[in-house]
């Protein structure tokens, strides 16, 4: 098999200056792009894309999660406290969540049964989503700077009930 | 209606697999209408929960995943045995059609009977009845015979002609069938080794896993229903205009870049799925990037195609605009094709853009979005390429020929007002894939307000289809071929130089993507496999 039967600079020249222009401009607009969206990332700190995992049987989550949410329900929950959340057919555990402004909270984030999605929005046009994967926890690192009510919906198809599936992070002062 | 099976066996099937499109087509569509008025608050005409999701899952599965297979076949072939004018194994093609005609109908019973309420996407561990996942995989394995049939029919034309450079159709046919084995071989993977253990034994899944498998196939899907739709403009515009395509090495070119980097850019789907390494989603993400230069070579080159016929046909700097033929539904709808694919390649690059992902991922935005891609581009392509193909396939002249011109201005019309209603709403943060948006009452009121207003668009177009429905089908059922040949599909007159010795090598691009997509797949594979599985039960209950 030969792969290069003639040298790559005569192949380079079979183009047209039109042609040539044209293929470097489009590679230069992608190459922007792609560090656009990297210093994007270093400079945004409203949609950071959460790193932190862990792998978690569901039935072990839900657990936790029904542990916290009886633990702390109707309190404001402290500052360096775990928040474990689940989604399941067809709820959110625990369905409110009380949070103190200012001040940085990790959410674990997972699944009792099937795909769920953390949707998130708030009055004020917060809109923030990520997966609810069964079997493995995400952890979302929250901040809120005013108080208020924000929205969880489910946005992944889990079932019959998908559209019920309702829950809500209160931030109080 | 009889003597559309009359002809030769490659004709047949191109007619068994073109009218078979259309029916989907229009049963998705009508399956469109009815998520549209249920999803609008205030709406009279409203489905059970059931009934929608069922019917979404049909939507996704005859439109995106059937119509597109189905037409590309049956269009592959009549393009192909015209354009290189050597034979076709016909056995290879009646092993296809038969595989894809019953993998099609076993999906489409689980589906239809309610037994496959997963989505076109049936993410474990969502149980769907087992007819789904072997109708899947019948429908995969049976596309592959068209594909070798085309490779084989192509490596003998290529026997015969050594020396000369590959047509600009068949490039992109080629480019077309190995995207798409490149897409298939993982979710072949996926299916045997997660769906169906799961499906006939209860067997525990690792979500991740299947997820994982899912989109390696899932992303270069969506280049192999494109890649026709290029074939088709790159073939058809400059045809209509009687002009030479701007540059033939670009468009190889730009399919080159197709067969290469569509494959190893999956995981842009996964951006905020936990347990894949972020460092990888960045690199999925700017080979995205790159991929969408390709798109751009296209753009180019349709547009200069268009200068020179306008500018030949006597415009001036932009009086070239006005004179070409906008009243060649056939040329108008590519052009229109190409526009709403300009819309829906920057609503692609917004989704793809790493952490701006975590604000469109799974709302509205994205059915915005695909409706502008593959719900125009390809299918408005398709549906304009149909007319041509009435004449010239099935022998048809096409009825109300008036009403053809205006049906690619409608669906545009109704696609724009419907995707930016719906791309709005996603940015307020409205789901997708939800039946009741009004969430008991607790949904922002601007949600209303563009979601009525994205539902007059969704008629608009749903309109301008069933329009394009009537007129194919009653073309086949009344109208009987006179000799009217608008239209020269099937005649290439084109000069082949000489091969050119890279760009006509497909075999280096094969190997070339090979090792991407070996560099862009193993190590989250590898990663994927070393932190060990998390397997979950399977669920079937809920759905
Ligand atoms: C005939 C007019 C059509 C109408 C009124 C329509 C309407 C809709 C609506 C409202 C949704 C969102 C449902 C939801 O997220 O809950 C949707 C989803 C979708 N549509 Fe269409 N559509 C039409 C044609 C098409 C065409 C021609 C294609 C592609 C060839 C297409 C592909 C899709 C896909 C892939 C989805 C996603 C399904 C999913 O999320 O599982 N649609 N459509
Ligand atoms: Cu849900
Ligand atoms: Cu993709």
Redesign the interface.
């Known amino acids: ?1 030969t ?4 040298k ?1 600079e005569e ?1 380079y020249k ?3 200056k ?2 040539r222009n ?2 470097i ?3 230069i ?2 190459l922007i ?2 560090t656009t ?2 210093t ?2 270093a400079l ?1 700190r409203e ?5 932190e ?1 862990m ?4 039935d072990v989550f839900m657990e936790k999660a029904m542990r916290f949410s009886m633990e702390y329900a109707g309190k404001v929950i402290p500052e360096g406290v775990d928040i474990y959340l689940a989604g399941v ?2 709820r959110w555990i625990p369905k409110e969540l009380k949070l103190k402004k200012g001040v940085t909270y990790k959410i674990w984030i ?1 699944s009792g ?3 769920h ?1 953390f ?1 998130l ?1 708030g009055y004020d ?1 917060t ?5 609810v ?6 952890a979302v690192n929250v901040k809120f700077d005013k108080t208020g009510v924000y ?1 969880i ?12 599936m ?1 829950g809500k992070i209160v931030v109080v002062e | 209606m009889r003597d559309i099976f009359k002809g030769s066996f490659e004709d047949i099937f191109s007619r068994i697999n073109i009218g078979f499109a259309i029916i989907l087509l229009a049963l998705g569509g009508l399956f469109g209408v009815l998520q549209l008025l249920s999803r609008t608050p205030g709406s009279p005409i409203k489905v059970s ?2 009934t929608y ?1 069922q019917i ?1 899952t049909g939507h996704g599965v005859f439109l995106a995943v059937a119509f597109t297979l189905f037409f590309i076949m049956g269009l592959t072939v009549f393009m192909s045995t015209r354009i290189l004018k050597v034979d076709i194994n016909r056995l290879l093609l009646k092993i296809s059609l038969c595989m894809t005609l019953l993998g099609a109908v076993l999906a489409a019973v689980s589906i239809l009977t309610g037994k496959a ?1 997963v ?1 076109y996407t049936f ?1 474990a ?2 149980k769907a009845h087992p007819f789904f996942y072997i109708g899947a995989a019948l429908l995969i394995l049976g596309s592959w015979f068209t594909a070798f049939a085309l490779f084989l029919q192509y490596l003998k034309w290529r026997k015969q002609n050594p020396d000369r450079e590959i047509p600009v159709p068949i490039f992109g046919l080629l480019a077309t069938w190995i995207v798409w084995i490149e897409a298939t071989i993982p979710v072949v993977i996926d299916v045997l080794k997660v769906y169906l253990p799961m499906a006939l034994l209860g067997a525990s899944v ?3 896993e299947a997820r994982t498998w899912f989109w390696f196939f899932g992303h270069p899907l969506v280049y192999f229903w494109l890649l026709p739709a290029i074939t088709l403009w790159y073939y058809l515009i400059p045809k209509r205009l009687g002009v030479e395509l701007f ?1 033939k ?2 468009a190889k ?1 730009a399919f080159i870049l197709f067969i290469i980097y569509s494959t190893p850019i999956g995981l842009h789907h ?6 894949v390494d ?1 460092r990888l ?2 690199l999925h ?2 080979l995205t ?2 991929v ?3 798109s ?2 296209t753009a ?1 080159n349709i547009l ?1 195609t268009l200068e020179r016929a306008g500018r030949k046909a006597g415009g001036g700097f932009f009086g070239w605009i006005i004179k070409l033929p906008w009243r060649d539904p056939i040329f108008s709808g590519m052009i229109l094709a190409l526009i709403a694919f300009g819309f829906g390649g920057i609503t692609g ?1 917004i989704n793809t ?11 509205s935005w994205i059915v915005g979005h695909f409706h502008t891609t593959v719900g125009t581009a390809v299918a408005l392509t398709f549906m304009v390429a149909s007319y041509g193909l009435l004449t010239e396939l099935f022998n048809r002249k096409v009825i109300a020929y008036s009403l053809a011109r205006i049906h690619p201005y409608l669906w545009v019309i109704g696609i724009f007002i419907f995707s930016m209603n719906y791309a709005l709403a996603g ?3 409205a ?7 009004t ?2 009452g ?1 949904a ?1 009121e601007i949600w209303y307000t563009y979601l009525k207003a994205g539902a007059v668009g969704g008629v608009i177009f749903a309109l301008a289809g069933a329009i394009f429905v009537l007129i194919f089908i009653l073309s086949i059922l009344v109208n009987k071929g006179e000799e009217v040949r608008i239209f020269k599909f099937g005649n290439p007159h084109e000069n082949l130089n000489e091969k ?4 006509d ?1 497909i ?2 691009w094969i ?1 070339v993507a090979v090792i991407l997509i070996i560099l862009g797949y193993s190590i989250p594979l590898y990663q994927l496999y070393s ?2 599985l ?4 399977p ?1 079937a ?3």
């Open positions: 098999m792969l290069f039967p003639r790559l192949w079979t183009f047209t039109e042609e044209w293929l401009i489009a590679l607009i992608a792009m792609s969206t990297l994007w990332h945004d949609h950071q894309v959460p790193v995992t792998e978690v049987a569901p057919q067809f997972s049964d099937v795909l999605g949707s929005l046009g809109v923030y989503n990520v997966m994967m069964p079997g493995m926890a995400y929205e919906r489910c946005n992944e198809y889990c079932g019959l009930g998908h559209q019920y309702i | 929960a059931a999701y979404l309420r989505l993410y561990p969502m690792d979500v991740l540059s090495k670009m070119i996964q951006l905020v799925d936990p347990g972020a989603k960045y993400t700017v990037l790159i969408g230069s390709a751009m070579l180019f200069a690059i853009s790493y952490q701006l992902n975590n604000v469109v991922h799974n709302t940015l307020a943060g789901p997708r894939r939800t039946y009741d948006l969430f008991g607790m922002p050119h010795s890279v760009i090598n075999k280096l190997v932190q060990g998390s397997l979950v039960p669920v209950k809920g759905l």
